[in-house]
């Protein structure tokens, strides 16, 4: 006959805590390469604007929620265009092959009319909104906090916008977007 497994009594004292329910974490981070919108399968970051964002750059979004009823939003990226500002925001839906995929800034309160063009609710307490500023090699981070959490599934990309009004893009227009990890 065989000798009892020691394991087995480790095993059964480890039982309740698998029966606990998930606790959310207090932050999640994305991580990864902007690749084409074209790409077989279809990537975590899409660059829209391969001379601004290019393939292979790379980014880091962590969102917090260590802090009771705030968000801390921190975004980094490496490789990108050089002494440039995007404007960054939250968006409603997942990033896609058309740039418009990502839908409308998320809002913490929903204004009624669509495009959001109200101060009231188009403003940086009711959106969360970064500025992020490379440096000479490309790369850069920001951070920026509300008082508030995005309600779940809502916010589900990140996007960054050209602005630059001058140069080959709108201001607006949206060159890079990142799918964003649910919370747990």
Known sequence: MPAPLAAAPFAAALLPFALLAPVALPATVTEADFDPATAFVPPT???HAPDL???????RVVTDRSLPGRTVLTVSVTG????????VHLHTAACGADPAASGPHYQDAVDPVSPSTDP????????LRLTLRTDARGGGTAAAAVAWRPRPGGARSLVLHAGDPA????????VACVNLR???
């Open 53 to 59: 964002v290019p393939y292979g750059s790379h980014v």
């Open 80 to 87: 990108v265009a050089a002494d440039h500002v995007f404007p």
């Open 45 to 47: 970051a899409i660059s």
């Open 167 to 174: 140069g080959a893009h709108g201001a607006a227009d949206r």
């Open 120 to 127: 009231a609710y188009a403003n940086d307490r009711n959106e």
């Open 182 to 184: 649910e919370e747990r």
